[in-house]
Nanobody, 120 residues
Framework: QVHVVESGGGFVQAGGSLSLSCEAS????????MGWYRQAPGKERELVAT???????NYADSAKGGCTSSTLNAQNMVYLQMNSLNSEDTAVYYC??????????????WGRGSQVTVSS
């Protein structure tokens, strides 16, 4: 079983910065991609950024310029640095990890989410 745990988040004023971190653990053989999604109240979950095993990161248009995602593959961790936040960034941020478990089966695991609230 693969476990995904986010940390960070909280309250921040508009224009401020916040960082999130995520760690995957458990029966992991290899990770194919790690990334971040968010879900605002009343909206569907959407991509923020995802990084593949080749260290190539894909950002949502809304995240470009304001977010930086980085990974520490040897430690199965991914970070998200968010700058110049505004109220539209208020959401629950979820970490997603995809790869192969120790049984060489595909897994797609999610964390429980971390609340980010931006006050205007």
């Amino acid at each position: 079983q693969v476990h995904v745990v986010e940390s960070g988040g909280g309250f921040v004023q508009a224009g401020g910065s916040l960082s999130l971190s995520c760690e995957a653990s458990g029966s992991i053989f290899t990770i194919v991609a790690m990334g971040w999604y968010r879900q605002a109240p009343g909206k569907e979950r959407e991509l923020v950024a995802t990084t593949n095993a080749g260290d190539s990161t894909n950002y949502a248009d809304s995240a470009k310029g304001g977010c930086t995602s980085s990974t520490l593959n040897a430690q199965n961790m991914v970070y998200l640095q968010m700058n110049s936040l505004n109220s539209e960034d208020t959401a629950v941020y979820y970490c997603n990890v995809r790869g192969y478990n120790s049984g060489r089966r595909v897994f797609d695991a999610w964390g429980r989410g971390s609340q980010v609230t931006v006050s205007s």
